[in-house]
């Protein structure tokens, strides 16, 4: 699979169109990361398969593949614990299994992936901050099948799969915050509501309301928010107005 010098030039330059080119035409980070990795596979040829794998809090996840044996290859694993792809994501080192048959690492995980074909296969890292560790992983069914050539183009893969799996991870967090925020602000507006017709009932001062809610909340065991909202109901026949001021 080795190439002369002209041809791996082209063969460089094409590949940092392509792989430019999936920002602008890809809609949605899944669908770029499911891109890079069909791309990244067929870099190799059309037998070899390729997958992302991000680990965080102890916990891998295959984010994208480029197809159903990648998948099962990686969560096999994922099973057992250990693997190629989960020693490349966790000690940032590069991973190649020239013969799965005869490597002696991983004895389960080789035994299982030979069911499944896999032959050589080849893991580099990710770089993907403190938080989470990843590897770009290849698995093909013809040995010794990652020349130094290859090598060098799929690390254009790793850099532009970190940059792509590190955006998922920020907007993730950020979506996942921002889930928080609207149900803090849901029950804090219940709460605010509550408050108000103990106020009108008891012409009492907001602090007030509040410990006649909190000792209401301790006395029938139920949580403050829930009780808020049963008194919302029960007074106005309706469902609280949970809608955030700013959403408006």
């Known amino acids: 699979m080795a190439s002369n010098g002209n041809s791996q030039t082209e063969s460089?330059?094409?590949?940092?169109?392509?792989?430019h080119g999936l920002h602008f035409s890809t809609t949605g980070l899944d669908s770029l990361l499911e891109q890079i990795a069909v791309l990244a596979a067929d870099t190799v040829d059309a037998d070899t398969g390729a997958g992302i794998t991000v680990v965080r809090e102890n916990k891998a996840t295959t984010v994208a593949a480029s197809d159903e044996r990648t998948t099962s290859l990686d969560e096999i694993q994922y099973g057992n614990g250990d693997g190629p792809c989960l020693h490349s994501a966790r000690t940032r080192e590069v991973v190649v299994i020239e013969d799965a048959r005869a490597d002696t690492r991983w004895r389960d995980y080789h035994s299982q992936a030979a069911e499944l074909g896999l032959?050589?296969?080849?893991?580099?890292?990710?770089?993907?901050?403190d938080n989470a560790a990843g590897a770009l992983n290849l698995y093909t069914f013809e040995l010794h099948a990652f020349d130094d050539a290859e090598r060098v183009v799929l690390e254009q893969f790793c850099d532009e799969t970190s940059r792509a799996v590190s955006l998922a991870l920020h907007y993730g967090q950020v979506t996942e915050e921002k889930d928080h925020l609207h149900a803090a602000m849901a029950t804090r507006r219940a709460i605010d509501q509550a408050l108000g017709l103990i106020m009108a009932q008891n012409r009492c001062s907001s602090d007030e309301a509040f410990a006649i809610l909190r000792r209401a909340s301790q006395n029938r065991n139920v949580k403050i928010n829930s009780l808020a909202a049963e008194m919302i109901r029960a007074v106005t026949g309706t469902t609280p107005d949970t809608e955030a001021h700013w959403e408006r």
């Open 119 to 129: 032959r050589s296969s080849l893991s580099m890292p990710l770089e993907l901050g």
């Open 12 to 19: 460089d330059l094409s590949l940092s169109l392509r792989l």
